[in-house]
C-alpha cells in the first residue's frame, strides 16, 4: 500500500486474501473501522455498525462497576488501613492482567524513556490519589467520595487561578 494507508493510525491490519485493494480494516480504540481509499490516501473512516451497541454495553458495565466499587471499598476499610487496600488492589491487578497480558502476547517492558512517566503515574494516581481516596472513604459516606473524588479535575482550574495565579486561557 502507500505510505498513508500504511501509517493509519499506525494500527492497520494485514490485508486480507482476496480483499479489494481500496478496502483496508483498522482498529481504533478497540473498534472496527472500515476505510474506504481511492488509491492515493484514505478519504473516510466509518465506524463498524457493530461498534456503537457494544461501547454502549461496555460503558455501562463500567459504570455499573464504578458504583459497586465505591460501596465496597468502605466495607473493605472496616478491617484494613486505606494503604493495605490500595496495595491489595493493586497486587490483585498486577497478578490478573500480567498472565492475561503474557497470554495475549502484549506483555513487554517499557522502553526506558517511559519508565520516569510511569513512575509519577503509578506513584501518584495509583499510589496518591487511590490512598487519598480511600483516606476519604473512611471520612465521609461513599457517595460523597464518589463525587469529590471524581470532580477533582473540575477544582484543578479555580484552584490554579485562584491560588497559583495563573492564567485562564482556552
Known sequence: GTPDQEQ???LLLPRRVGMEATRLEAWQGGHQHRAQTDGSGI???KPSPHGHTSGLFLLLIVVIIWGIVWPVQKVIL???SPLWMVAMRC???AATLLPLMAILGRLRL???GDIPILLSISLLHMVGFATLTALGLELVPAGRSVVLG???SLWVIPCAVLFLGEKFTV
Open 110 to 112: 517499557p522502553n526506558r
Open 78 to 80: 472496616e478491617s484494613l
Open 8 to 10: 493509519l493510525l499506525g
Open 91 to 93: 497486587i490483585i491487578s
Open 150 to 152: 471524581y470532580t477533582v
Open 43 to 45: 478519504r473516510s473512516l
